[in-house]
């Protein structure tokens, strides 16, 4: 929550776009954790590992709770005041503020959250591993955003959509595998998830300017 926090700053102090205060500050604790976590390992609590690992009726519970969060998110992105504030931030923050939003109070809880989420997913991450380190999320960082970007959400705010995200994560996951069946080396699978995402937002921009 406070990297979310600090992020938030950022943004509003210094005038910096979003997506380059998010990812310079990702740089900036990857490098203090380098420099002071180097070759670190930690183990998590054996009964926190165990419940990360927990199947029901063979169907991973982490799974289950993805879901229902995704569920729960859907509804208070589109059916809350909150979530129509963040998207009215996104389209124009300028109409919003004049519409009545309160852009702060809602920029500072949107990011905020964002850090709260990505401290709980790392503490996950790290329990079904049953292990953490400072290169754990390193090959998650460039997917994340292509299923973002594939699932129709855009990068410039405004327009997001939590089906869009399962079916781009879906897409990826089988691209992958299905690179990964033909031996192709992690090099390539890089270059092609880069380019599909070039690819998305070039089609995009093209929708827009032709709209």
Known sequence: MIVGVANYLLIRLLRIPPIIATLSASFIIQSID????????????????DFTNIELVGVPLLAILTALFAVGANVALHRTIWGRSVLAIGQN???ARLAGVRVEPVRFATYALCG?????DGALLA????????????????ASIAVVVIGGTSVSGGKASLPGVWGGALFLVLLLTMLNTFGVSAGVRLLLTGLIIVAVI?????????R
């Open 34 to 49: 380098i420099s002071y976590g180097r070759g670190l390992q930690i183990k998590p609590p054996p009964d926190f590992a």
């Open 93 to 95: 923050i300028r109409a």
């Open 116 to 120: 709260a989420l990505g401290g709980l």
């Open 127 to 142: 329990g079904y591993f049953r292990g953490a380190n400072i290169d754990i999320g390193n090959e998650y960082l460039l």
């Open 202 to 210: 070039t089609a995009a921009g093209s929708e827009k300017r032709a």
